[in-house]
Structure formats: structure tokens, C-alpha cells
């Protein structure tokens, strides 16, 4: 599951509404859960947190119906602009690519 192999896939709906920089760290949040083997299905949700401090930004990662739910710090220090908004990102694994789309929340 999530094979590093896989072709990954940004959504042009999470390109216009999350920066570039926390998109990849998003995708390497995925890979550091791959290599801890902490990833236990697919997809996952992230949701971002309202807070934030001048060099980190925080991610609630959320798997099986956010049963099992991890918060995570990332280093980021650019514009928080895109935070407050109750922004879900889902990571899914398909068969020939990992897609990352908002969640349909985000589209209502």
C-alpha cells in the first residue's frame, strides 16, 4: 500500500488552495508513515489545524473513519494564509498512482 513506485498525483483543487511547499510536505508526512509503518488503510485524511507558530504549522492525519488519528508538527514558516479553513486533504492509494484531492467537504 502507498508504494513508493506509485506515480503521485496533486489535484489542481489542492495546488489553488495549499501551498506548494506544505504540499510536499504532506507527501513526505506519507513517506515517513510508510517507512513507520503506520499507515493501516487507504485513503488517509489530513486535516489542518487553525494553529500555528512562526516555524511550524500542524496536521491532524486521520485513517479507518479517523479512528485512528496521529497529530503531526511541520516545519513551515511561509505564508499561513490557507489555514482557518477547515481544509481536509485525502491521500488515496490507487492502483496506478497516490492521489491527493480535497475532501468533497472542502467542495460544499
Given at each position: 500500500?502507498?508504494?513508493?513506485?506509485?506515480?503521485?498525483?496533486?489535484?489542481?483543487?489542492?495546488?489553488?488552495?495549499?501551498?506548494?511547499?506544505?504540499?510536499?510536505?504532506l507527501w513526505q508526512t506519507l513517506s515517513d508513515f510508510r517507512q513507520q509503518k503506520?499507515?493501516?488503510?487507504?485513503?488517509?485524511?489530513?486535516?489542518?489545524?487553525?494553529?500555528?507558530?512562526?516555524?511550524?504549522?500542524?496536521?491532524?492525519?486521520?485513517?479507518?473513519?479517523?479512528?485512528?488519528?496521529?497529530?503531526?508538527?511541520?516545519?513551515?514558516?511561509?505564508?499561513?494564509?490557507?489555514?482557518?479553513?477547515?481544509?481536509?486533504?485525502?491521500?488515496?492509494?490507487?492502483?496506478?498512482?497516490?492521489?491527493?484531492?480535497?475532501?468533497?467537504?472542502?467542495?460544499?
Amino acid at each position: 500500500m502507498f508504494e513508493p513506485t506509485k506515480k503521485r498525483q496533486t489535484a489542481d483543487e489542492v495546488k489553488a488552495r495549499v501551498p506548494a511547499a506544505v504540499i510536499n510536505l504532506l507527501w513526505q508526512t506519507l513517506s515517513d508513515f510508510r517507512q513507520q509503518k503506520k499507515i493501516i488503510s487507504s485513503p488517509l485524511a489530513i486535516a489542518f489545524s487553525d494553529d500555528h507558530d512562526a516555524d511550524n504549522i500542524y496536521v491532524l492525519v486521520m485513517q479507518e473513519n479517523g479512528d485512528i488519528a496521529e497529530e503531526v508538527t511541520l516545519a513551515y514558516n511561509g505564508p499561513v494564509d490557507f489555514l482557518g479553513q477547515g481544509t481536509i486533504v485525502i491521500i488515496s492509494d490507487k492502483k496506478k498512482a497516490i492521489r491527493m484531492t480535497l475532501s468533497t467537504l472542502n467542495k460544499e
